[in-house]
């Protein structure tokens, strides 16, 4: 971690659950200016790690009978999913990024298109509504057919799938999680954000942008209407492995609602590249180190990852102040940066044991950070597996 942030992120702060055992650690920063410390204990904008939750929400509704997994989303909100469209895509593609859908996020920030952060700063305080975000999605020319795969991974499935929550419970999405999932995981750090700012000791989240934010600017504070049931919670690197734990152990949802979760399917995430992908749950199998569950994600300034070990004995959640630091060359390709390297460590020592003994083995290894798995954070936009926005 200490070489994380002297390749350059600010603050970086984990847990790592091992056999009953438990480390907890931080290194750098969470405030440039001042030099206040991070700690392993600070709250995190999570990104996509939101969409298990909502993910585990939906088939607690399916466990009940009120959900239709292979159901057309247009039986249940004809308004938002109009026509053809809306009775070919089913839950189920929602829930594995196969509905064909685009992602809203270039639409919601259109400055982005031009390179420029200038829509970041625009909608800093600006309230969304999810109907508003949905059209966006739903109004683009789509990125492919319903059922088809590679999927597309789009945080306009999630948005779609917190609307249907609430069509089915009576109550908002964010409310049912709450009661239903955060609570239920005993979770005591982690809920959707009421107001712009961070409740409890957090850190600043500073996003470069690949450089277009020089140096890297402060979205700590930010209005997260833009992303909802997709990728707004605040959570701790605590409460993420004990959710995991306890999601994996079907502690969350029965025994057949996760085997339906840990139905992969190829996805291609927001920064490019192809992951494996269940309902709401990365897959990530690491050569000779095992197959890991769990998810990533990133909003402006914060990147966060929690991966799990399939036999639930080895854990890690890691969080990131610092987003999207690779700048592109002369042809627009980001380009390698000293963060992907230690990052990549990183994962191999907590995953894999020594970092040296591992490093072959674990070459392979998927995750960084995004909308979402890879080194942690060179997505296109905020949150995917590795990079990905609203992720």
Not at 74 to 90: D, F, S
Not at 100 to 105: S, V
Not at 191 to 211: C, K, N, V
Not at 311 to 332: F, T
């Amino acid at each position: 971690m200490d070489g994380v942030h002297r390749a350059g992120v600010p603050g970086v702060y984990a847990e790592v659950r091992d056999a009953g055992r438990t480390w907890r650690g931080a290194s750098g920063v969470a405030d440039v200016r001042t030099g206040r410390p991070v700690t392993p204990d600070m709250r995190q904008r999570v990104g996509s790690i939101t969409k298990t939750f909502t993910a585990a929400a939906v088939m607690q509704q399916v466990e009940q009978g009120r959900i239709q997994l292979d159901a057309p989303i247009g039986g249940y909100l004809p308004q938002l999913v109009p026509g053809e469209r809306g009775k070919k895509i089913t839950v189920r593609m929602l829930l594995n990024n196969t509905s064909g859908l685009p992602d809203y996020i270039r639409y919601a920030f259109p400055s982005l298109q031009d390179m420029s952060p200038k829509s970041l700063d625009d909608n800093r305080f600006r309230q969304f509504r999810p109907a508003e975000l949905i059209k966006m999605g739903v109004d683009a020319p789509p990125a492919g057919e319903p059922g088809a795969t590679p999927g597309v991974y789009s945080n306009t499935n999630y948005l779609l799938l917190g609307q249907l929550l609430e069509q089915v419970t009576g109550t908002t999405a964010e409310k049912y999680i709450t009661r239903n999932v955060i609570e239920r995981a005993g979770l005591r750090h982690t809920g959707f954000p009421a107001r712009p700012r961070i409740e409890g000791p957090h850190s600043r989240m500073y996003e470069s942008l690949w450089g277009l934010n020089d140096p890297p600017r402060d979205y700590s504070v930010y209005n997260m209407s833009w992303t909802g049931t997709g990728a707004a919670l605040v959570s701790t690197m605590e409460d993420l492995n004990r959710f995991y734990g306890k999601l994996l152990d079907g502690k969350i949802v029965n025994q057949a609602s996760l085997a339906q979760m840990q139905r992969t399917v190829p996805v291609v995430a927001l920064d490019g590249s192809l992951i494996e992908y269940g309902l709401g749950l990365h897959k990530v199998a690491i050569r000779d180190c095992g197959t890991f569950w769990g998810h990533d994600g990133t909003v402006w300034g914060a990147g966060t990852m929690s991966l799990t070990r399939a036999d639930g004995e080895r854990q890690l959640s890691v969080a990131l102040n610092l987003q999207r630091w690779n700048k592109p060359d002369s042809s627009g390709k980001p380009q390698h940066h000293p963060i992907d390297a230690a990052l990549k460590s990183l994962y191999r020592q907590v995953m894999c044991g020594d970092a040296n003994a591992q490093a072959e083995k674990a070459h392979n290894m998927s995750p960084s950070t995004s909308v979402t798995s890879r080194p942690a954070a060179a997505a296109s936009t905020p949150d995917g597996w590795g990079a990905h926005t609203g992720r």
